[in-house]
Every structure is written in C-alpha cells, then in structure tokens.
C-alpha cells in the first residue's frame, strides 16, 4: 500500500524560509513524479510544484507564482522529495499536500487527476 507522509510545516514570519518533506513507502519511487500542491481556506487545491520520475529525467517544475522563490528536488536513495520554500509571504498560507502518480505526462503535471496517491498534509502559516 502506497503511503505519502509530509512533514516540515511551520507558523513562519513573512521573509523566512521552510523545506517541507515528503516520504514515500509502498511505490517504486524513482518511476514516479511527485507534486506538491497547497490549499488556502475557500480556495481550490492549487499546483505549487513538480519532479519528474526516471521516465521525465527527473526534471522539475514550479508555477509561476513561486518559480522564484520555492524549489523542488528529490533524494531517490531515500525516497524522499522535498520543497524548499524562501521568501515566504502571507499568500503562502495554506495545507501543502504532496502527491504521487506514475506515467504523468509533462501537460498534466500540474493536474490533480493526474497522480495517484497523496499524503494527509501539513500547515504552512506565515504570519507576523
């Protein structure tokens, strides 16, 4: 059984910098491309970011609004992706969820249909 465990959520102060983790267990991980997504209160689940699997060359890839600022990698030994996230804004409050999917192509990357499997979340609040 496939398994997603997020950890590294934090109330921060605007301007600080987090790295959220996410586990995985039960996939053969290096195949898989995994994403992290983020949902403010009343808002839709949003795409935030994502590394590809062996099949995409592990490429990564970040929306717009934090390509500047937040940066996706992966540990395969460990089986383990992390986003490191700088310069963080009030905006950037929401629960991060990260996701797994197997044979996602690059246009649905930022979709949620597209992966498998995900993690219960963790709460990044930044606040002064």
């Known amino acids: 059984q496939a398994q997603l465990v997020e950890s590294g959520g934090a109330l921060v102060q605007p301007g600080d910098s987090l790295r959220l983790s996410c586990a995985a267990s039960?996939?053969?991980?290096?195949?898989?491309?995994v994403a992290w997504f983020r949902q403010a209160p009343g808002k839709e689940r949003e795409f935030v970011a994502a590394?590809?699997?062996?099949?995409?060359?592990?490429?990564?890839y970040s929306s717009d609004s934090v390509k500047d600022r937040f940066t996706i990698s992966r540990d395969n030994a460990k089986s383990v992706v992390h986003l490191q996230m700088n310069d963080l804004k009030p905006e950037d409050t929401a629960v991060y969820y990260c996701a797994a999917g197997s044979g996602v192509i690059l246009s649905s990357l930022s979709n949620r249909a597209a992966y498998n499997y995900w993690g219960q979340g963790t709460q990044v609040t930044v606040s002064s």
């Open positions: 590394i590809r699997g062996s099949g995409g060359g592990f490429r990564p």
């Open positions: 039960g996939v053969t991980f290096r195949s898989y491309s």
